[in-house]
């Protein structure tokens, strides 16, 4: 049964609203290649600026931090100005973001990348906290999960899209141990150092012009409403009132680990690939692309499979395949480990849309405030991280992995939760 508080969908409106839905399929490639870029940022920045385990994790703390403080704000311009002012919105900042790379890079200071990086977070909260209700909004409620997984399966390929620039442009496959860099004389090595740090500025100035161009086409777009006028009623504007839902606030838990586990693993895919296959960075970053080929497959198999399965079954069977995988990964090691931790990949794939769809299901007017929710959630990709490189720092990658293995147990609780409340209420 359709919610009454979502505006009808109709093939009349699909003509209409036809660039603005490829323009939001976008939004996922969009943000999966920028997500990404970090795994490659935090393998260039270690050697770039030498910093330990724990030191790369900021990349992604300062990141993440951009979504959790943004979300909100995001959601409230949503509510009050509609879809295509936080798109723009969205995309602005992250062009910025992307832009200030340039004097960064010139400035070789790490603080000032972890700044653009923030600034391309917070654009990245608008995207994610308009496209993903969007999504759901545009159509069947009861197709909802399945519909935002057909959606987020652009993300992946941005995702991959992102690893390739990084291989390519970024990472430069030179890579001196602590014996040689002491052999250099001072020169030389601050030239190398400054070589590495330079290469990160060309791909991130192209991104920035690509999306802003994206920013200018969305400006002239139409952009369905939704229901943010419909929050007049009793229901409609209060925020808190999210906390009354159970489910959602399951949701919000469970998307906290599982961000958290998928940043962390792919963030250290590299530096677990060089620790325990003696892999070279450029092909630690083959693993990675191997590991979001995976991933955007099993997105794909997946959300078909959910024709025929409940979304919400499917996840726990998903979170438990991504348990065992990720427990091997952070116990036995080794090149099993590695394999282990790139086919984790293909099960994480339809984690986050699902726990993102049966969190905001039957929510009405309250649904943007939920999604807002579960996209600060997404702080979980800094914690998480972080932790993995404190214990990465003080024992190693491969028992960093256990980190991950712990937050799929969440995941499963929810799903398993889920399952359980969705039979009661029909």
């Known amino acids: 049964m359709r919610d009454p508080t979502l505006p009808p969908f109709t093939r009349g409106d699909e003509r209409r609203y036809i660039a603005a839905l490829v323009i939001t399929v976008s939004l996922f490639f969009l943000w999966g290649m920028a997500n ?48 295509k002012a936080a798109i723009v919105t969205g995309l602005t900042l992250y062009g910025i973001g992307a832009l200030l790379f340039y004097p960064a890079a010139q400035a070789s200071v790490y603080q000032l990348f972890l700044l653009a990086l923030f600034v391309i977070a917070a654009g990245l909260a608008f995207l994610e906290t308009s496209a993903n209700p969007l999504m759901t909004e545009l159509g069947d409620p009861s197709t909802a ?40 004389d001072a020169s030389a090595r601050t030239a190398f150092y400054r070589t590495e740090v330079q290469a990160v500025a060309g791909p991130y100035v192209w991104i920035a012009v690509i999306v802003l161009a994206f920013a200018i086409a969305a400006a002239f777009v139409a952009f369905p409403k939704g229901a943010a006028e419909a929050d007049d009623t009793p229901t409609g504007g209060r925020f808190l009132d999210v906390f009354r839902h159970p489910r ?55 959300t078909g499979l959910m024709a025929r399965l409940a979304p919400v079954r499917l996840l726990a069977a998903f979170a438990t395949v991504s348990l065992v995988l990720a427990t091997i990964a952070g116990t036995i090691g080794g ?13 994480m794939s339809i984690q986050f849309p699902t726990i993102f769809a049966i969190g905001i299901e039957k929510l009405g007017t309250l649904r943007r405030a939920g999604a807002s929710l579960i996209v600060m959630a997404i702080i979980g990709g800094a914690g998480l991280t972080a932790l993995m490189g404190l214990i990465s720092d003080r024992t190693s990658i491969t028992h960093a992995m256990l980190v991950p293995a712990l937050s799929f147990i969440v995941v499963l609780a929810f799903a398993i939760t889920s399952d359980r409340s969705l039979a009661k209420t029909g």
């Open 248 to 302: 959602l606030i399951g949701a919000v838990v469970a998307q906290f680990f599982y961000v958290g586990a998928q940043v962390g693993l792919w963030s250290y895919t590299i530096r677990y690939a060089q620790a325990n296959a003696g892999f070279s960075e450029r092909a630690g970053a083959d693993a990675l692309f191997v590991s979001l080929v995976l991933f955007a497959t099993g997105r794909f198999i997946g």
């Open 145 to 184: 999960a399945r519909r935002l997984n057909w959606a987020q399966a652009a993300n992946p390929l941005g995702a991959i899209t992102g690893i390739l620039v990084g291989r390519f442009f970024i990472l430069s496959g030179i890579e001196h141990d602590e014996r040689a860099l002491a052999a250099m």
């Open 36 to 83: 990404n870029l970090n795994d490659i940022l935090i393998a260039q920045f270690r050697k770039a600026f030498t910093l330990s385990d724990f030191g790369t994790s900021f990349v992604q703390q300062v990141f993440y931090f951009g979504y959790f403080v943004l979300a909100v704000p995001a959601s409230m311009v949503v509510r009050r100005f509609g879809y």
């Open 335 to 347: 090149t099993l480990g590695l394999y282990a931790l790139v086919a984790a990949s293909f099960f």
